[in-house]
């Protein structure tokens, strides 16, 4: 039986990182970085090379005509682009059902939300969406609720601080008691293997998972595997939500503005998972997920405590290691 040929964008990233691990471990594909000229030459994109990775490059800002020739004879395409060039992927669906693409998988890959004004990268996951379904093109929208290395508090010992991302803090939201879906980056790409080679999966949005834990489990799960002593600041919703609607207000007047980007992402996360409460296998089914824990149950992902005791051994890498602040 012949492998299929997926095509995989943002590779050296975390989350394509992970998808491109997954596909590897799985065996039953034939995978293919695409890259950008300006990144064939660096470090990350040498590495593909020398796990045998083929690469493509070229930019997929390019002209239709000349992507379609490139992407022809990809069974898969795949896009973890990242978060600030959602709408880039326009142009690549145009070019991906010209050359006959089997199953076009985009940059989706975070917490479940509804499009319409909660968050701006969800609005335009949305676009991406739509042009996917005008386009009549196969898909398959994954989502993974937040990541496990962005969801941790600092200890006070300094124990994790090598693993977290500069500038990161992780207060409690309301009460503390709103459960979410939290996964480990690494599980992402076991996850991705497992349903784009999966049938039942063409034309469905699904979700995977590692754990559904409220604030309070996070912090709880942290001092029992430490044994530290945790101070718990609670930011009331009221703040939450008027952050979020204040900084979408700014980022309608600048949306040039990469900083204010930034700081509407990560305000209207917050929102839409603590305040509205949105990131939970309810109102993923709700809005017609599949559970990819239910679709594949060999699978047993990474729970976030088995996640901490990494992390207190200094097995956990910090995410955007490359990114300095």
């Not at 990809?74 to 006959?100: E, F, P, V």
């Not at 990161?168 to 879906?181: F, I, T, Y």
């Not at 101070?231 to 952050?243: D, G, H």
């Amino acid at each position: 039986m012949s492998k299929q040929t997926v095509l995989l964008i943002g590779a050296t990233g975390e989350t394509g990182g992970s998808i491109l691990n997954g596909l590897l471990e799985r065996g039953t594909f034939e995978v293919t970085a695409l890259v950008r000229l300006s990144s064939a030459e660096k470090p990350g994109v040498k590495a593909l090379v020398e796990r045998g990775v083929k690469i493509l490059v070229t930019d997929i800002s390019s002209p239709v005509d000349e992507l379609v020739p490139v992407i022809t004879g990809t069974d898969i395409l795949i896009s973890a682009i990242g978060g600030i060039a959602q709408l880039d992927q326009i142009n690549l669906i145009t070019a991906a059902k010209k050359a006959g693409v089997k199953r076009f998988v985009p940059c989706d890959f975070a917490s479940v939300a509804p499009p319409g004004g909660v968050m701006v990268l969800r609005d335009e996951k949305e676009e991406v969406h739509k042009h996917v379904l005008k386009s009549f093109l196969g898909y398959t929208f994954i989502d993974v609720g937040f990541w496990y290395q962005l969801s941790f508090p600092r200890l006070p010992s300094g124990r994790t601080d090598t693993a977290m991302f500069p500038g990161m803090q992780v207060p409690l939201h309301g009460d503390g008691k709103v459960r979410n879906l939290v996964t480990d980056i690494r599980d992402i790409g076991k996850f991705v293997a497992r349903i784009v080679n999966d049938e039942r999966t063409v034309n469905k949005y699904v979700y995977g998972w590692g754990d559904l834990l409220s604030d309070n489990d996070i912090y709880d799960i942290m001092e029992e595997v430490s044994g530290e002593k945790l101070e718990r600041i609670y930011v009331p919703n009221e703040e939450t939500e008027a952050k979020s609607h204040q900084l979408a207000e700014l980022y309608a007047k600048d949306p040039s503005n990469i900083q204010v980007r930034f700081g509407v992402m990560s305000a209207q996360y917050s929102y839409s998972k603590y305040v509205r409460g949105d990131n939970t296998p309810e109102y993923a089914k709700y809005l017609g997920y599949l559970d990819a824990r239910e679709l594949y149950p060999d699978f047993k992902p990474t729970t976030f405590k088995e996640f901490v005791v990494e992390l207190l051994d200094g097995k956990v890498p910090r995410p955007y290691a490359n990114v300095s602040m």
